[in-house]
């Protein structure tokens, strides 16, 4: 087992995506998601959390190898997710935060009719290029 700390990835830009395997919107991500290690290099980094009341291991293993993912994906027992993205009653996914190299939070997005760009197009690069730039 391996643990991650969020003051690990400082100097960094952070991606940290809140996912479910079973979430369309979170498979068309892991697309976007795969690019920026190409794009970025060790500039930026990506962690994505699955959560344990929605996805087990075997679920997470097998998301992992459907759609090729290089980053981490790790399995929150609760603390995490409730922190940072539970609502009343449920999670909203995708959740999306980009994390600035000091560890400011600089974008924080949910999946929805005005930020399917974030999630499907070009407009997390946009996000990614902000928090490179901001010093």
Do not use: W
């Amino acid at each position: 087992m391996k643990f991650h700390d969020l003051a690990d990835y400082r100097g960094k830009v952070l991606v940290l995506e809140f996912m479910q395997t079973t979430c369309p919107h979170c498979a068309r991500f892991a697309d976007v998601l795969a690019q920026v290690g190409p794009k970025y290099g060790d500039k930026v980094a990506v962690l994505a959390v699955a959560n344990r009341s929605t996805d087990n291991p075997g679920q997470i293993a097998q998301y992992i190898s459907g759609h090729g993912i290089g980053y981490p994906v790790l399995m929150d027992q609760g603390q995490m997710m409730f922190s940072y993205v539970l609502s009343p009653g449920h999670a909203d996914v995708p959740h999306v935060y980009v994390i600035d190299p000091r560890g400011y939070i600089r974008a924080d997005y949910v999946y929805g009719l005005t930020t399917t760009d974030i999630f499907e197009g070009k407009g997390l690069f946009a996000e990614i290029d902000k928090a490179l730039g901001e010093k």
